[in-house]
């Protein structure tokens, strides 16, 4: 009878027990999950306000500020060049300027014996890799002028191609040619075609000065007559950078 009145006796305490059991806690109503709270704004150093989450955090909790912009690549300064050349009883005027990005404007001035002849182009230039020697350009041109005897103004639309090829030593040796050339449909007046081939060799004495050797052929055609050269000579001449 005792077992039984203890054993009886610990039965009604644990059933006591299980039945005070306190329910599961519930959160604080009053207090937002951590993902939906709202941080306090704060002042930065300029003074302005701002929330803190704005602002992109690395995981390690500093700022990275946006990285700069690369710098601007810097243009080629204008070249203007100027030069006077001589052959057998001509004379040649010549200027050019170059502007960044590989553009030209040429233009000339020729007297001969009773002729006056002017031209003018632009061309586009480039070089197969920046490092190159060899430049080659290409472009459209304009002669015109007045020719000697019964002849008068002429006009003759041209295309023209060059090549440049820089041998470095001591003093710097350029190896230049451009040619000029116009058919019958782009040539009025009294003429009716055009060649103008200049092969030189330059010397660069200084960074802006260059001496000059080379040959001119320089021919118009005639309506009906023989073929009028201007030109068919050795030159020699200096030109100057600015």
């Not at 644990?14 to 519930?26: D, Q, R, S, Y």
């Not at 203007?80 to 052959?87: K, R, S």
């Not at 230049?176 to 040539?187: E, I, N």
């Amino acid at each position: 009878m005792r077992r039984l009145a203890i054993l009886a006796t610990f039965t009604f305490m644990g059933a006591l027990t299980g039945c005070i059991t306190p329910p599961p806690m519930e959160p604080h109503r009053g207090s937002p999950p951590p993902s939906e709270r709202v941080q306090d704004p704060v002042m930065d150093e300029r003074g302005v306000v701002r929330d803190v989450e704005a602002a992109p955090q690395d995981p390690r909790g500093t700022y990275d500020p946006p990285p700069a912009a690369p710098p601007e690549p810097q243009k080629r300064p204008v070249l203007t060049q100027a030069g006077l050349v001589f052959g057998r009883d001509a004379a040649w005027l010549h200027a050019r300027v170059g502007f960044p990005g590989g553009t030209l404007i040429d233009g000339g001035l020729f007297f001969g014996e009773e002729d006056t002849v002017f031209n003018i182009g632009a061309l586009r230039t480039g070089q197969p890799r920046p490092d190159s020697p060899l430049t080659l350009g290409a472009g459209l041109g304009f002669y015109g002028g007045e020719l000697r005897g019964p002849l008068d103004f002429f006009g003759s639309v041209v295309l023209t191609g060059m090549a440049h090829y820089v041998i470095e030593t001591t003093y710097p040796v350029k190896l230049k040619g451009q040619v000029s050339a116009a058919p019958d449909a782009t040539t009025f007046g009294d003429a009716n075609s055009l060649i103008d081939a200049l092969f030189s060799i330059e010397l660069e004495l200084a960074s802006n000065a260059s001496i000059i050797v080379g040959y001119r052929f320089f021919e118009i055609g005639i309506p009906n007559q023989v073929d009028l050269t201007l030109q068919n000579s050795a030159l020699v001449g200096v030109r100057l950078g600015f």
